[in-house]
């Protein structure tokens, strides 16, 4: 199996032309697994139905193509907010068996998996159950992907923030959690699943709160469009095909371009004297999860980015996505906010995939 990654553009959250146009490469018998990793523009309240017209219209491209079967070998992580210098676009991630196929010569190449738990109730959104539930998928995602926790460069979590299903008793109500707080479950929950957390610290009292605690390879996102646990990692996997390779790094705070840099010359690109990646065409895909401190400061400095009334994670996509493109020279950039238990607090991280050159 090799894996393929193929950017794809949207004039709306509706529109698959693009998508519909790449799909056409591939035989649909011959996918083993194919994940969508969507950024749509949305203001991402709560009557904001862009993910759900992006997801619907995916779906159909998608069961046009191979049926039924083909949705139900997909993944679908659909996140909105393009603000400030970021296209509106999606990534193709196709698993597809190519007959005579090689090991790549580097030993190693892009491999990935997926896996979705039950849905969940209402009394276990927001709960430790909640993160043990993430850790189990994310291990069956791994045996998807066949590989080991040593092998993953990065955990995307798609995590729920209410019920989509009635109360399971009579005293419970149907809550709704903050987009938050369902993020720093997901986060711990993949920590877990990677080694990186232990169980025992994982209790209720440390979501959002204990910022000590946190994954080092998860970027976390949450939808009201979903009530399971949804998980696509990336990793190296020894002996797979392709010439794909994805490198993480991570970021001081959302203005530590070096920290970008860093990670796309660990991954084999030329920077020149101005910091800027020469051969971005090897680059097929970034990814930034980017935060604010809790204080709201930056290098010590006061900000508006908690205090303004447009919300805080508008102002750090907006920030990062000048950063990132005056280094990469694109505006196709998988840009989120919030790194709630994912890196120290006002920190980021972020991962790339680069064709070997």
């Known amino acids: 199996m090799t894996v393929h990654v193929i950017t794809y553009d949207t004039a709306n959250p509706g529109d698959v032309s693009d998508l519909t146009r790449h799909l056409k490469a591939f035989d649909p018998a011959r996918i083993r697994r194919l994940a969508l990793l969507v950024k749509t523009e949305g203001n991402s309240d709560v009557n904001d139905f862009s993910r759900e017209y992006a997801m619907q219209s995916a779906t159909i491209a998608l069961e046009t193509h191979g049926g039924n079967a083909l949705v139900e070998r997909s993944t679908f992580l659909i996140s909105t907010g393009c603000e400030g210098a970021m296209t509106p676009f999606g990534n193709l991630f196709v698993d597809y068996d190519e007959p005579g196929a090689k090991p790549s010569p580097s030993g190693k190449a892009l491999a990935f998996g997926c896996a979705r738990s039950r849905s969940l109730t209402p009394e276990e959104i927001g709960t430790v159950d909640h993160a043990d539930i993430t850790a189990e998928t994310v291990r069956a995602a791994m045996k998807d992907a066949g590989v080991t926790p040593a092998d993953v460069a990065l955990v995307i979590v798609k995590t729920p923030v209410t019920s989509h299903i009635p109360a399971t008793a009579g005293t419970v109500k149907n809550k709704r959690i903050t987009s938050a707080y369902s993020k720093a479950v997901g986060a711990l929950g993949a920590g877990l699943a990677l080694g990186e957390v232990a169980r025992e610290r994982i209790v209720q009292e440390a979501f959002d709160t204990d910022h000590s605690l946190y994954a080092k390879r998860a970027m976390v996102f949450s939808g009201s469009e979903l009530d399971c646990v949804e998980i696509m990692l990336l990793a190296n996997r020894p002996g797979a095909s392709g010439d794909l390779v994805v490198q993480t790094g991570f970021l001081r705070d959302v203005l530590d371009a070096k920290g970008l840099r860093d990670m796309f010359a660990a991954a084999g690109c030329t920077i020149n004297a101005d910091g800027e990646v020469t ?13 604010a401190a809790p204080d709201g400061k930056v290098r010590g400095l006061r900000t508006t980015m908690k205090s303004s009334h447009i919300d805080m994670d508008k102002h750090v996509r907006a920030a990062m996505s ?4 005056s280094i990469l020279g694109s505006t196709r950039v998988f840009i989120s906010a919030n790194t709630v238990h994912q890196a120290p607090p006002g920190g980021g991280l972020c991962a790339c995939i680069v064709r070997n050159a």
């Open 322 to 325: 000048g950063i990132v493109g």
């Open 279 to 291: 051969d971005a065409a090897r680059v097929m895909a970034t990814l930034i999860k980017a935060g």
